[in-house]
């Protein structure tokens, strides 16, 4: 297809080898004038120190970790509750929980109505077949994670069943008060897969404290803040300052490829929050701006191409 379209041969290349020192070498070699990435916080951190670490060092665009949070406010549990929770169990598992969207933090308020849809949440996850991960590596680490999230004194887990060797990963869910997630630095790392954490808020003020816990991520999710008000405005307000995309309806695991997408944002959801690794702003990231003054008549005529 590249042939066929006239592309240059070196449009689209794909190097299959293992290890980190692969990464490393095509950041280093000469020829490359940019890099991007997606992957784990340390490995992009690695890759970025490469990149900046060259002789003449050239732009890094690492997309690293994100737990992309869910605000359920009362009101949208009142009209829907049991639906959104059957939509989240989806979202949280679809690809294995391997999207760079993937739901990992859900802020529920604490009372009947938050139980009622963490019951439900429960009961779908349970009926949600997943399959095997990408690479052994990232399962052994869902598994760590996961066990991580466990071994926390005050962590309630909801799903935890352990599956038999050969068999996919089952979903992981668990839970904890607002206070002791803000707390806990170790609770707002991303478990890659097919977890979540929900964690039961006390109110507007202490679901904002709980986004400003976890820092930069690509999304922040708010069902039922449909209503003007000074709390949603403040929460909205919040979730700007965390995230590139703020969705107020649906879940964060649909990506359109479309004008408007913005896929990025503060550390450690990306390196460079002011760009996005999905949409048409994309292609930003591999461009140079350069101006030709007073340039002759025959370049005129070819837009400038040489």
Do not use: Y
Not at 47 to 65: D, H, N, T, Y
Not at 119 to 143: I, N, S
Not at 198 to 206: A, F, K, L, N, Y
């Amino acid at each position: 297809m590249v042939a066929a379209q006239g592309l240059p041969a070196g449009v689209f290349g794909l190097i299959d080898r293992h290890g980190n020192e692969v990464g490393a070498a095509l950041v280093a070699h000469p020829l490359i004038a940019a890099a991007a990435f997606t992957g784990s916080v340390r490995g992009g951190l690695a890759l970025e120190k490469v990149a900046q670490s060259r002789e003449r060092p050239i732009p890094f665009f690492g997309e690293l970790g994100s737990v992309n949070p869910v605000v359920a406010l009362p009101a949208a549990l009142a009209a829907n509750g049991a639906e959104l929770a059957k939509g989240l169990a989806g979202s949280i598992t679809v690809g294995c929980g391997q999207f760079c969207t993937s739901p990992g933090v859900i802020l529920v308020p604490a009372g009947a109505a938050g139980d009622a849809f963490v019951a439900t949440l429960v009961d779908a996850l349970r009926l949600v077949p997943t399959h095997a991960m990408l690479t052994p590596h990232m399962r052994a680490g869902f598994e760590a994670g996961c066990a991580a999230w466990a071994a926390h004194p005050h962590l309630q887990p909801l799903l935890a069943d352990c599956a038999a060797d050969g068999e996919p990963p089952r979903p992981f869910l668990a839970q904890v008060d607002g206070a002791t997630f803000i707390a806990s630095k170790h609770l707002h790392e991303e478990v890659f897969g097919p977890a979540a954490l929900v964690v039961r808020v006390t109110g507007t003020d202490q679901a904002i404290e709980a986004l400003q816990a976890v820092g930069g991520t690509l999304t922040v999710t708010i069902w039922g803040a449909d209503e003007a008000s000074e709390a949603n405005a403040a929460l909205v307000h919040a979730a700007t300052q965390v995230a590139g995309r703020v969705l107020f309806a649906g879940f964060p695991t649909g990506v359109a490829v479309t004008a408007g997408q913005q896929h990025g944002g503060p550390f450690p959801a990306s390196t460079q929050p002011g760009t996005t690794s999905v949409g048409w702003a994309a292609l930003d990231r591999f461009l140079r701006p350069v101006a030709l003054q007073e340039a002759p008549a025959w370049l005129l005529a070819r837009h400038g191409a040489v």
